[in-house]
């Protein structure tokens, strides 16, 4: 494979087919005062925390909410791009069966759009399911090789499955995202890539030379990739050029989000793991526009750095799955 994916080669992969704090509103510690967070932060902020299920909170008034109760059955759930539509994907199996329900509906008024049971090639209870950026498609990812890379329509009728890339099988670790015009962008590898509709072929955006790197995110325009190397937050053009670190501090940083607009990142700062498969940080926010900032939970942050807290709380919110902004 490596004589495939080179520089000089950005052709076709053959493929088989079957995801110190802003000033203004905040108060000398950098937490939201009353007149919450700065105008220029809009969206809502969702995120999955401990037993508390899934929470929002809502910009620039920092108002913080429930969006989803704890459920140990909900697999995960996904945002639509305009911010109108959820989708759930939550595991109903029973003995010797294995459905898993996804659900689209509206966020206001939580009329089902449409409503489907998947069963996975493998038999899997544990898919995940994400929404293209125009809520016409479904990328549903599993830890099973024999689920590789499922693509359904929004009502479920299947529409291609990527098994492995010339006869390499997908890991499960490996990252998975939709782009505009409902391509995908995967990694596998040290390799970034890009495949497009109808999905039978790829192109190189970059080859990694790092020992430790992941967590990629792209911003709704698709132009701009974050990603995780070594212990801070990076970010790069699409076509893979300028590539240049964003935050630091004496710990690790991961899990970054770009916000709607694509003028700031949501990153989780001290990172860190709780178990055998678990993980936690703390969520800060910082500008989008190439500097570095420190975002260390001990020493001084630097201006612009937005920490995370709900109108009327004294504390930053912390995080150990699923962040989105919308």
Excluded at 176 to 203: C, E, M, S, V
Excluded at 246 to 252: D, E, L, P, Q, W
Excluded at 303 to 323: F, Y
């Amino acid at each position: 494979m490596k004589n495939l994916l080179t520089r000089s080669l950005l052709g076709l992969l053959l493929l088989s087919l079957g995801a110190a704090c802003s000033k203004s509103g905040n108060d000398e510690l950098g937490n939201p005062g009353e007149t919450g967070y700065p105008s220029s932060l809009t969206g809502t902020i969702y995120y999955d925390w401990a037993t508390e299920g899934i929470l929002q909170m809502r910009l620039p008034d920092g108002v913080g909410s429930s969006f989803i109760p704890d459920n140990s059955k909900l697999n995960n759930f996904d945002i639509s791009a305009d911010g109108k539509q959820k989708l759930t994907v939550v595991d109903e199996q029973t003995l010797g069966n294995y459905p898993i329900r996804f659900t689209l509906s509206d966020i206001a008024d939580g009329r089902v759009v449409n409503e489907f049971v998947y069963q996975s090639p493998a038999r899997n209870a544990y898919c995940k399911g994400f929404l293209s950026p125009d809520k016409s498609h479904i990328l549903v990812l599993s830890n099973d090789d024999e689920d590789g890379i499922t693509i359904l329509k929004n009502n479920g009728e299947f529409v291609t499955r990527i098994k492995d890339i010339n006869g390499e099988a997908l890991g499960f670790n490996e990252t998975r995202l939709w782009l505009p015009n409902n391509a995908l962008l995967i990694t596998h590898k040290n390799y970034i890539i890009r495949i497009d509709p109808p999905y039978t072929a790829g192109r190189l955006v970059r080859e990694m030379d790092y020992q430790q790197w992941g967590a990629l995110a792209v911003n709704q325009s698709g132009t701009q990739l974050a990603l995780q190397i070594a212990n801070h937050i990076y970010t790069m053009n699409m076509d893979g050029g300028n590539l240049q670190q964003v935050t630091t501090s004496n710990f690790t940083e991961s899990e970054p989000v770009f916000s709607p607009d694509g003028k700031y990142l949501l990153v989780g700062s001290e990172y860190k793991q709780t178990g055998p498969f678990g993980f936690m940080w703390y969520m800060k926010i910082i500008p989008n526009d190439g500097k570095m900032y420190n975002v260390d939970p001990v020493a001084e942050n630097s201006p612009g750095v937005i920490p995370v807290v709900w109108k009327g709380r004294d504390r930053m919110e912390a995080a150990g799955g699923q962040m989105i902004w919308r």
